[in-house]
């Protein structure tokens, strides 16, 4: 689920980088805020950080003693993206096992769905293995999966979640693109 948010954060600008127009500040608060964004990735409570939307308020600088730089108090909002449990989402399948496949769903790289949790699914073993139903409904490498999250877990080292998903529900499984 996106989330809109509004987070305080503290942006360190380098003196070479401040100049006297608010418009250059903001700016260059704005880059040093996606920095920022990019090296924390995400939070366990906010979930990915996608993209921030709009300056709110910059406070006043304070002038770091020893580097020259100076640190700026502002709040944002931003965009986030968080899996939930009974969430209903999308994912592109990115690796096959015996015993279940990888998925991938937005910025999340391990959300995986079980052999067990595809109800009518059959292991087919092969140069490109998939799973395939009597319907000869087929997930494999590449193919895009509706599914519903049953769990989630936050992995604090790498700063991202897991997720395990189900096919057992309503209108779930892989999604077939009309032939245009």
């Known amino acids: 689920m996106f989330l809109k948010v509004q987070l305080p954060w503290n942006v360190i600008i380098s003196a070479e980088n ?5 418009l250059m500040l903001q700016r260059a608060i704005v880059i040093r805020l996606l920095g920022d964004f ?4 995400a939070t366990k409570d906010l979930g990915y950080y996608l993209a921030v939307t709009t300056l709110e308020k910059v406070g006043e600088g304070k002038v770091r003693l020893h580097t020259g730089d100076v640190l700026f108090p502002v709040v944002f909002n931003a965009v986030t993206f968080k899996i939930f449990k009974g969430e209903i989402l999308e994912g592109v399948v990115h690796k096959v096992l015996k015993h279940g ?4 769903c937005g910025p999340i790289e391990n ?12 292991y087919v073993h ?5 799973f395939m139903n009597e319907k000869m409904s087929k997930i494999g490498k590449d193919v895009v999966v509706r ?10 080292a790498e700063r991202e979640f897991q997720a395990l998903v189900s096919l057992e529900g309503d209108y779930l499984g892989p ?5 245009i």
């Open 18 to 22: 401040l100049q006297p127009e608010s």
């Open 147 to 156: 599914f519903m999250v049953i769990g989630t877990k936050w992995m604090e």
């Open 111 to 122: 959300v995986y769905l079980s052999n067990m949790k595809m109800p009518d699914y059959r």
């Open 38 to 41: 990019a090296v924390k990735k």
């Open 126 to 130: 092969g140069e490109n293995p998939c």
């Open 101 to 104: 496949v990888f998925m991938r």
């Open 175 to 179: 999604i077939v693109s009309p032939n």
